[in-house]
């Protein structure tokens, strides 16, 4: 096991001293801006490279790359009061595990991490008056590398003891075409990732090429505060994108405390001791600061979580101490062809997602991503801690990467996954359960993952401009499985009035969300009345709504009818009075009440929930004057086709590359992404040039 104490203090002074003496110079390092803001970091090591995209994401967002880092070392606490206590008392641990490990990264990305420090502290320092005055501006490379050590164990946990204690609808889209299935005889790639727009430390997208010539050539997608974090992109050779997987990693296991000795338990016969760690973590009290310690036990099997009724709770978890996603990431950015890029997957490190993958070569390929551990039996789930009593209980070992479910190069030639599980990946492929074990996840098929094997099939071969254009498509495909029994359903109890010709309109309606489309919002607003009237959670309630569930012998036609056609017809008089009385009438057009609002924009925009069957997936929030306000799903979406003399890509990122208000990026590409355009890509050095807006070193003026 990790423990908490440090390495011994001379290895780590060399090790600081070593990150030191490659800290990066502003003169090894250019930033070239071309249209729409985008950063073009051209670096002669890979120091200077995690100056430069640190330094660029401080002109962009500012204080939220600083704010990051006191997160990531646990210290939010001392500068925003006792509420972040809790916070700093898991990042404290966590970033322990990024000192002792730091000397086991490769050479180029501590030097990375080096660089990103060293340019936070730098920028800081030239732009005081932009910071609070308690800004720290000692950031080490050891906080960068503790920016992304645990990502699973803390979901899992809050959702084990809210079990003691006893829709949302997020996810991404992935395309992949072989040279089959073009028209321009070139591997083509699409990704699509979705998360909210506004809250969180990581959820903004950044556009961003990265180059260290002869080393890595990588354009993409960042996150805020990150100097590698979940990335997609392609370079001259192949590229992927990614989409979550909600893999089953962690296991909860029940072990027997010993009656004679509360913190030792009881393990393959032997009483074995806890190990106790004390923590004194900081806190704003008022004007003054004070101090509150935090005990937190650990074993070998993996750190405890709750205690009680004589049983310690411990998690076991594939991801506990993992500081090596930002290497993978790198070398990921760094491979050539599909093996040395499958090499870079197998180092482990990344413990979850799908990736889809197109590459120059023609190759296309996907992998169910996951650290998945070899479980001796069924897993116990996010609920229930499965008893522990000998070695033989617990899991030693992961599933080895070759074996996790993979589809290469299929019939058909192509691949799509919209965050459903990996059955149905390509329908002349389908991978069997039977293959895999029962805490592989069972087969299953949303509506937008529906839609998107229709859109991906629907032409003989496609160009990249094909991709964009379907990957736009305002289709709700809700609107197809249930309509006609709604029309039937109301039209059954002789309407009059108001209800009469609502009904008329579902019934007209295109069965899309543009934003001109008439029908969409009352047929929304209907179905949220239909769910809303049955008991249970969302998934109890989505699977009771239909008369025939989704099956896996019908997979892209179910489910399909109304369960309850009473229950439907209620439904509609209620949606019909509820957006009557919210819009002033109940024929209003999806563009009039949905809308984008960056800046002084404010236009509007077609998108609807992945839940109700839209590729173009976005989900709203209310505003003060009782429209809806998009405010998650779309918002980076890059199309790129792989060619023997370069790749050609597109891209747009809604929400602009500035969050400065001031800023000319700052809301200079909501239009775009509203009317379903991407713009063309810089990537070469001929097109950077054709593009640029200004290229500077950090710190010049």
């Not at 803390?154 to 204690?165: H, L, N, Q, T, Y």
């Not at 411990?314 to 506990?320: D, T």
């Amino acid at each position: 096991m990790r423990h908490a104490t440090l390495m011994p203090v001379l290895s780590v002074l060399l090790t600081v001293n070593a990150a030191a003496a490659q800290s990066p110079h502003p003169e090894r390092v250019e930033i070239r801006r071309t249209a729409y803001g985008v950063p073009h970091i051209l670096a002669r090591d890979f120091g200077a490279l995690g100056y430069g995209l640190a330094w660029v994401q401080l002109e962009d967002f500012g204080f939220r790359v600083v704010a990051n880092l006191i997160r990531g070392r646990g210290e939010l606490a001392r500068y925003y009061g006792r509420d972040s206590i809790e916070s700093d008392a898991h990042f404290r641990q966590t970033h322990q595990f990024a000192v002792e490990g730091f000397h086991r990264l490769d050479r180029d990305t501590r030097d990375l991490l080096a660089g990103w420090a060293a340019a936070v502290n730098r920028y800081v320092e030239l732009h005081a008056g932009a910071f609070p005055d308690w800004t720290p501006r000692d950031f080490t490379a050891h906080d960068a590398a503790a920016l992304w050590v645990d990502e699973t164990i803390e979901p899992k946990v809050g959702a084990f003891r809210r079990s003691r204690e006893a829709g949302r609808d997020v996810g991404s889209n992935a395309w992949a075409f072989a040279p089959s299935r073009t028209t321009s005889g070139r591997a083509i790639l699409l990704r699509n990732p979705h998360l909210s727009w506004e809250q969180g430390w990581d959820n903004r997208y950044y556009e961003a090429h990265i180059t260290v010539p002869g080393a890595v050539n990588f354009y993409g997608d960042f996150r805020i505060g990150f100097p590698m974090y979940f990335n997609g992109g392609f370079n001259e050779s192949l590229g992927w994108a990614t989409t979550n997987n909600d893999a089953d990693l962690e296991e909860i296991y029940a072990l027997d405390v010993d009656p004679n000795h509360a913190d030792h338990y009881l393990f393959d016969g032997a009483s074995v001791p806890l190990e106790r760690i004390e923590l004194a973590l900081e806190w704003k009290n008022g004007a003054g600061i004070s101090t509150e310690t935090r005990e937190i036990w650990r074993t070998p099997l993996g750190p405890v979580v709750d205690r009680g009724e004589g049983k310690i709770y411990v998690v076991r978890s594939p991801e506990w101490g993992e500081i090596r996603k930002t290497e993978q990431f790198l070398r990921m950015m760094r491979a050539r062809s599909l093996d040395e890029w499958q090499a870079a997957l197998a180092m482990r490190a990344h413990v979850e997602q799908n990736l889809t993958y197109a590459d120059r070569a023609g190759n296309i390929f996907y992998v169910w991503n996951a650290a998945i551990p070899r479980r001796p039996g069924l897993s116990g789930g996010d609920t229930a801690a499965l008893a522990a009593r000998t070695s033989d209980d617990v899991w030693t070992e992961l599933w080895p990467f070759d074996s996790l479910p993979q589809v290469e190069n299929p019939p058909g030639g192509y691949l799509q996954n919209a965050n459903d599980p990996y059955h149905f990946t390509n329908l002349n492929a389908v991978l069997d359960s039977a293959r895999w074990p029962g805490y592989f996840p069972r087969p299953a098929l949303g509506l937008r993952s529906q839609l998107a094997l229709r859109l991906v099939t629907q032409q003989k071969k496609v160009s990249l401009e094909d991709v964009i254009r379907l990957k736009h498509d305002m289709r709700m495909l809700l609107t197809e499985r249930v309509r006609d029994d709604l029309v039937a359903a109301v039209r059954a109890t002789a309407p009059t009035g108001e209800v009469a010709e609502a009904i008329a309109l579902i019934e007209r309606w295109d069965g899309t969300v543009a934003p001109d489309s008439r029908g969409g919002t009352l047929f929304e607003a209907w179905f949220r009345q239909y769910l809303a009237a049955d008991s249970g959670g969302f998934d109890r309630r989505w699977s009771r709504a239909f008369r025939v569930p989704w099956t896996p012998a019908e997979p892209i036609t179910t489910p399909r009818g109304l369960a309850d056609p009473g229950r439907a017809v209620a439904a509609f008089r209620r949606a019909l009075d509820e957006v009557k009385t919210d819009f002033g009438r109940w024929d209003v057009a999806w563009g009039e009440v949905h809308r984008m609002r960056r800046g002084e924009l404010d236009l509007p925009v077609g998108g609807c929930g992945g839940q109700l069957g839209c590729f173009r997936v976005l989900g709203y929030r209310p505003s003060a004057d009782s429209l809806w306000v998009a405010n998650r799903g779309d918002a980076w979406i890059l199309a790129v086709e792989f060619g023997r003399e370069g790749p050609r890509a597109f891209s747009v990122l809604a929400y602009g590359q500035s969050d400065d208000p001031a800023s000319p990026h700052f809301a200079d590409q909501a239009t775009m992404f509203v009317r379903g355009e991407l713009k063309r890509v810089a990537f070469t050095e001929a097109e950077i040039a054709r593009d640029l807006e200004r290229r500077y070193r950090p710190g010049e003026r």
